[in-house]
């Protein structure tokens, strides 16, 4: 009977039918979409702390009201997915606490400091651009409830990537103190920016299974060589330098090649080893402790409701 289901699931997964809270699944499939939407909940809800360091000390008011927006936006982000988590079987307590303790990671580039005005510009740019290049192969996720959220999730990512370019375009037409703080940024977050994609195919531990189901379309490393192709004309056209002094155009491949990364760097900011791993959790910790009435006050007033109606 559980190799009859199993062959079923299979075949509706392999016929581009979306699978439902509702429908039977495998233990190993809900386990990797918990894993995955609630590691992309985490990193959208932890993503706000960098930007939103720099809200009070943007440079104009328009400035500041597109970087609230975005905050907003991402902090929407985290909610959608852990909703669309929770369908899954898992609570949102379940999934805070695996952050809080540290058995759940988020991506790595938010370990990173933002030490500059135009960090936010680069994070815009490259954080939210490799975002989108990976999101936008999840509008297909096999799991119907994680492909819904996220096609409002990329049409917002993109404002995201727009502002972002906008701003270190900005810098880099400004003085030549601007344009070089704009290169340092950029400096700064390439590196990072193509570790967001994960590991090698060959060393991902998930990479085989979520491709099987389709919970991912395209893999670690055709994404990066993606954004990769994606990013170096755009730079050229900034007029900065390219981070990677070995990039060539592999006219035969048609792609860039370039350098191999860090990832004994990658490895350690994983495993809390980064810039700012314990500053971000402990100040998640926080703000979840300080709003612990907000949360008490709602379970009551639901609670009085239901007994008015009763």
């Given at each position: 009977m559980a190799l009859d289901q199993e062959q079923n699931f299979q075949a509706k997964i392999d016929a581009e039918d979306k699978i439902e809270p509702k429908d039977w699944m495998p233990e190993a499939y809900r386990k990797n979409l918990i894993r995955q939407i609630s590691q992309h909940a985490h990193s959208e809800v932890i993503g706000m702390?960098?930007?939103?360091?720099?809200?009070?000390?943007?440079?104009s008011l328009r400035r500041k009201a597109v970087l609230l927006a975005k905050v907003q936006d991402e902090g929407g982000h985290g909610l959608y997915l852990y909703s669309t988590a929770e369908t899954l079987g898992i609570t949102r307590e379940e999934m805070i606490n695996a952050l809080q303790d540290g058995s759940a990671k988020y991506a790595s580039i938010f370990n990173y400091p933002a030490q500059t005005w135009a960090d936010?510009?680069?994070?815009?740019?490259?954080?939210?651009?490799?975002?989108?290049?990976?999101?936008?192969?999840?509008?297909?996720?096999?799991?119907?409830?994680?492909?819904?959220?996220?096609?409002?999730?990329?049409?917002?990512?993109?404002?995201?990537?727009?502002?972002?370019?906008?701003?270190?375009?900005?810098l880099c037409r400004g003085s030549e103190a601007q344009k070089a703080m704009a290169q340092d940024a950029l400096n700064r977050f390439y590196w990072p920016s193509l570790m967001m994609f994960g590991?090698?195919?060959?060393?991902?531990?998930?990479?085989?299974?979520?491709?099987?189901?389709?919970?991912?379309?395209?893999?670690?490393?055709?994404?990066?060589?993606?954004f990769i192709d994606?990013?170096?004309?755009?730079?050229?056209?900034?007029?900065?330098?390219?981070?990677?002094?070995?990039?060539?155009?592999?006219?035969?491949?048609?792609?860039?090649?370039?350098?191999?990364?860090?990832?004994?760097?990658?490895?350690?900011?994983?495993?809390?080893?980064?810039?700012?791993?314990?500053?971000?959790v402990q100040h998640h910790i926080k703000?979840?402790?300080?709003?612990?009435?907000?949360?008490?006050?709602?379970?009551?007033?639901?609670?009085?409701?239901?007994?008015?109606a009763a």
């Open positions: 702390q960098p930007e939103g360091n720099w809200i009070t000390r943007a440079p936010v510009g680069a994070i815009g740019w490259l954080v939210d651009g490799a975002a989108i290049v990976n999101q936008v192969s999840l509008q297909r996720t096999s799991y119907g409830p994680y492909s819904r959220s996220m096609v409002r999730i990329c049409k917002e990512e993109s404002f995201h990537q727009r502002q972002g370019y906008e701003l270190m375009l900005t590991p090698h195919d060959s060393e991902s531990a998930h990479s085989a299974s979520s491709m099987k189901w389709k919970i991912k379309r395209e893999t670690n490393d055709y994404l990066r060589q993606k994606q990013t170096a004309p755009q730079i050229e056209f900034l007029g900065l330098e390219h981070p990677d002094k070995n990039l060539i155009w592999n006219e035969e491949r048609g792609h860039f090649e370039g350098s191999e990364l860090d990832w004994d760097e990658f490895k350690r900011v994983i495993h809390g080893d980064g810039h700012c791993n314990r500053q971000r703000a979840h402790e300080e709003g612990a009435w907000v949360r008490e006050a709602l379970v009551r007033y639901k609670q009085k409701k239901k007994l008015k």
